[in-house]
């Protein structure tokens, strides 16, 4: 195959070790596919992955791609692989050990690619994946959430809690949530009520829910513990050495590391293709721009409100 260009990275570090090079892209193994990539959207576990935090997972083999969402056309599969054909318009996970999905060409495992609903573009279809995924893991797998039920939310604005908004209040759960005061609107326009500032009185809201999601990582595990209902959870995403050890003891904590699985990506891709999971889009820039737009993104947490997309023509 001829060589294509990615952003990859020849050393763990800061955005500054992130270069925009070409790249032999290598044939699907077993069990993969290769995509022609159209879309890419950025996430905060990209950075975390370049700067060595899961270096146990990903290896010293350099150099490595960036990028983990992506959406595009199947060009190639690997031997077992059935679900999906040369041709097939996809979105999915290169996966946290390959990653590499801002690139021109991409090879992930069939298990998290799925077909795109044919009313997405491309953009929003790169948007879905990682929050997508994790939305109804800890909704629907982690949080047994039933009709009736209530859920808050700790940054219901932010990728993830947006998404687990929508897939909560698909399954006719109540949703409450926290967020900066100037967008307390934005979440009552989503179905969010009540809805707090980050810094809220959690005994105002004391026993009032089944599930706790925390997804900024920030809610102190006393308030959680206020706004739970006996037998409830606790549910976070954003894990550190001592918050394993807790999840690992007896209580309601549970840490969630979300799985690649097929039939939960397809859940939250059904939803979006249905208009009921929206995720806003804040700025798509050119894959050969992009390098500028995501050391942006990850110092300043700049654009805000919506993903950061890169596109390949």
Not at 213 to 233: C, K, V
Not at 260 to 285: F, H, Q, W
């Amino acid at each position: 195959m001829t060589t294509m260009k990615r952003i990859q990275y020849h050393q763990y570090g800061g955005p500054e070790v992130m270069r925009f090079e070409d790249f032999e892209p290598r044939r699907p193994g077993s069990g993969e596919v290769r995509v022609r990539v159209r879309a890419a959207a950025a996430n905060p576990m990209d950075w975390g992955l370049r700067g060595g935090h899961l270096k146990v997972m990903t290896g010293r083999k350099f150099p490595r791609g960036v990028g983990n969402d992506f959406a595009g056309v199947v060009e190639a599969v690997g031997d077992g692989v059935t679900r999906l054909s040369v041709g097939d318009e996809v979105l999915g996970l290169a996966g946290i050990k390959a990653s590499g999905a801002f690139a021109e060409v991409v090879v992930a495992e069939e298990e998290g690619v799925v077909k795109k609903p044919a009313n997405l573009s491309w953009e929003e279809a790169a948007a879905i994946p990682t929050v997508g995924l994790t939305a109804v893991q800890a909704m629907v797998n982690k949080g047994k959430l039933r009709a009736g039920q209530a859920v808050f939310i700790h940054g219901c604005l932010g990728g993830v809690g947006r998404a687990a908004a929508q897939i909560a209040l698909m399954h006719d759960v109540s949703v409450a949530g926290s967020c900066r005061g100037t967008a307390i609107e934005e979440a009552h326009g989503l179905g969010i009520t009540p809805v707090v500032d980050f810094d809220f009185d959690a005994t105002k809201l004391a026993g009032r829910f089944d599930v706790v999601f925390d997804t900024a990582g920030t809610l102190p595990i006393s308030a959680a513990r206020t706004l739970l209902r006996p037998g409830g959870r606790i549910i976070d995403i954003n894990p550190t050495p001592a918050k394993f050890v807790r999840s690992a003891m007896p209580g309601p904590y549970q840490v969630l590391m979300a799985k690649t699985i097929a039939a939960d990506i397809e859940e939250a891709a059904r939803a979006a293709g249905k208009g009921t999971l929206r995720l806003p889009i804040a700025r798509t820039v050119p894959l050969s721009e992009a390098i500028p737009a995501l050391k942006e993104l990850e110092r300043n947490r700049t654009p805000k409100g919506g993903k950061l997309i890169i596109t390949i023509d």
